[in-house]
């Protein structure tokens, strides 16, 4: 039986993460192996396109004989540069529009979503890119619904991934979506690799907001971060900042983006991050050691923040599981 080719095409610029590249291919490949194995009749075919500033993208590699087909997934991985810096010329992007309106999906990884991002294809979308350029895009790109807690915002047609390794999770949601569960579940068992279901925030660091300028706040947070935000009252903070309360907390969440309560939490939940990660010391005793005196209201704001339970997040990330 001749297998339908599925062609994945790969945009490469300058700057693309060559490990990306490669990563996918082989994943595909993989694909592959345990679709001929069920004898699903479907395969995928990589192909690469060099961006060019003058024309549209060029195919310059592909896995099999190149056919005329419509591309089922165009896929634009993460840079090792500064992602803000790569501008896409006019002929890549009317060739990104263009593939879209034949029905391919469009999908970024990483930084590839500031290039997604510059051809408009994301207005009034929600969509995805590592959770450190979260400022960035909300800056450049405020028309975008960004959430950078998702490691995989699905849209459909428009797939955006966070991290440079959620590559990985694109990967194997292109298998699910083209190649069936079956396939992806094998896949991801043959490479040992989580299937789709992570979220970025169980990666995230809190990075509170230091630069804004309003030097009576950052000088409240110091002392939040100084006393891990356990005598974080409002009225004691507003004190702090020499201000009246309601001024203050007006302040306090234009400078960090916060509410001074969810600030006060982030701090605590990141020291007890460290905590569950370097230490054997139990549950219980990490939330009274970060503020919290019932062990039940520690656990609810910890899985609220970080996506896990306190126990899950040290089986996942603990260094001391050996």
């Known amino acids: 039986m001749t297998d339908k080719a599925i062609e994945i095409a790969l945009v490469l610029y300058p700057g693309v993460q060559q490990a990306a590249v490669l990563g996918i291919t082989d994943l595909l490949a993989t694909a592959n192996r345990m679709a001929a194995l069920g004898n699903t ?24 004989p190149d056919k005329t087909q419509a591309l089922a997934a165009v896929i634009l991985p993460p840079t090792l540069e500064d992602p ?29 979503a500031f290039l997604l991002a510059q051809s408009g294809m994301l207005q009034g979308r929600t969509a995805t890119t590592h959770w450190m350029f979260s400022d960035q895009v909300a800056s450049r790109y405020p028309e975008v619904r960004w959430d950078t807690e998702r490691l995989i915002v699905d849209d459909g047609d428009i797939i955006t991934a966070g991290g440079a390794m959620s590559w990985t999770d694109l990967g194997l949601r292109l298998v699910a979506k083209f190649l069936g569960p079956r396939v992806m579940l094998e896949t991801a068992r043959t ?54 309360q309601r001024t203050f907390l007006r302040r306090f969440q234009k400078a960090t983006g916060l509410t001074s309560t969810d600030y006060c939490q982030h701090v605590r939940v990141s020291k007890a991050q460290n905590e569950l990660q370097l230490s054997r010391t139990p549950i219980e005793t990490i939330a009274w050691q970060v503020g919290y005196k019932d062990p039940a209201s520690f656990r609810k704001v910890f899985t609220r923040i970080v996506g896990l339970g306190p126990g899950e997040y040290r089986k996942r990330f603990g260094v001391q599981n050996s």
């Not at 009749?41 to 099999?64: E, H, I, M, R, Y």
């Not at 990104?96 to 970024?108: A, P, R, T």
């Not at 309003?214 to 100084?226: E, F, T």
């Open 84 to 112: 803000a810096q790569v501008s896409v010329p006019q002929p890549f992007i009317d060739w990104l529009n263009d593939n879209h309106s034949q029905g391919s999906v469009i999908c970024s990884i990483c930084g590839g």
């Open 191 to 244: 490479l040992l690799i989580d299937p789709p279901g992570r979220e970025q925030r169980y990666y995230r660091t809190f990075s509170p907001k230091l630069n804004h300028g309003d030097k009576a706040i950052l000088k409240v947070q110091h002392w939040l971060q100084s006393t891990d935000a356990k005598e974080g009252s409002v009225p004691m903070m507003a004190e702090k900042a020499g201000l009246e």
């Open 41 to 64: 009749g479907l395969s995928f075919t990589v192909s690469q396109w060099q961006l060019d500033k003058n024309s549209p993208p060029k195919k310059v590699a592909t896995a099999s």
